[in-house]
């Protein structure tokens, strides 16, 4: 999908295996940035690079020219078929330092955040050649990439800011109501959220898993993220209150009280939405 002449859109659809066994399909997107030099933001899961790279071909450039792959964090659905295209291409490959170990070591990653099917997601590790930090530039010729550290999702998580086409491309650091909440710390993820809507001029929100947003709607895409968090964080404190101290409550018991209130599907009852849940108990937001 042609978002600007610079930038293309890809939506990879995927599927993962809940607790259960049960299948469910997923997507997420990556972008191609067509500066003099080219970029591809987050490579999707494994074996994506049929896609990716075929999207390449047809828009009349060859796999050679890709010269980074910038993984926005470390979670399997972005950095799936990260080592192949390096292999392929090439190209070097960035992240931010807080990421690097969990890229360069999938089964590291497997073992501290198991995720269903973990394996056939992520086709292996890959070496990170640039760490990046807040504020670092990623020169394009012609296009520049601001990154802006949005931890929250990860602690690692970056989005990144391209003025020149007044694109904000999000990754997964503004969640969507009423789908799976996935985060390590609820008020690093406001604020996160809180910063990007400081950007001035944001023409296109560009997510990893939700629709490409224009003007205006960019900004109400992150308001309703952040009352989202809101509603969790409250609806976590009501489950809480009686089941003891942070230490004596079970996580599962919580997260089934919190879907449950919610009205969200059941195979939201999950150990990493009850591990999103759980940093509630341990920071306080205002409104």
């Known amino acids: 999908m042609k978002i600007t002449d610079h930038i293309h859109a890809l939506k990879i659809p995927f599927q993962i295996t809940d607790p259960s066994g049960q299948k469910l399909p997923r997507f997420v997107y990556c972008y191609l940035i067509y500066g003099k030099k080219i970029a591809l933001i987050d490579s999707a899961v494994a074996s994506s690079e049929n896609l990716i790279l ?156 939700d629709e490409p947003r224009a003007g205006e709607e960019a900004y109400r895409v992150m308001d309703r993220g952040l009352e989202y968090l809101q509603q969790i964080h409250k609806a976590v404190l009501r489950a809480a209150n009686g089941m003891g101290s942070p230490a004596e409550i079970d996580p599962m018991e919580l997260c089934r009280q919190v879907v449950a209130e919610m009205g969200l599907p059941l195979h939201m009852t999950n150990p990493l939405v009850a591990r999103s849940f759980m940093s509630s108990l341990a920071t306080r937001l205002t409104s």
């Open 54 to 209: 075929g999207y390449l071909n047809e828009t009349g450039h060859g796999t050679e020219e890709i010269s980074t792959v910038i993984l926005t964090h470390s979670h399997p659905d972005h950095i799936g078929a990260a080592r192949r295209i390096k292999s392929l291409s090439g190209c070097q490959v960035a992240a931010h330092s807080l990421e690097k170990a969990w890229i360069e070591d999938v089964e590291l990653q497997g073992k501290e955040r198991p995720v269903p099917g973990f394996k056939s997601l992520v086709e292996g590790s890959v070496h990170v050649d640039h760490t990046l930090l807040d504020g670092d530039l990623v020169d394009l010729g012609g296009l520049t990439l601001q990154v802006i550290h949005t931890p929250g999702h990860s602690p690692g998580s970056v989005s990144l800011w391209c003025a020149e086409e007044r694109a904000l491309f999000s990754a997964d650091a503004i969640p969507i109501p009423g789908d799976m909440p996935i985060y390590q710390d609820i008020l690093a993820s406001v604020q996160s959220i809180q910063r990007l809507k400081r950007i001035e001029g944001i023409g296109y929100l560009l997510s990893a898993w």
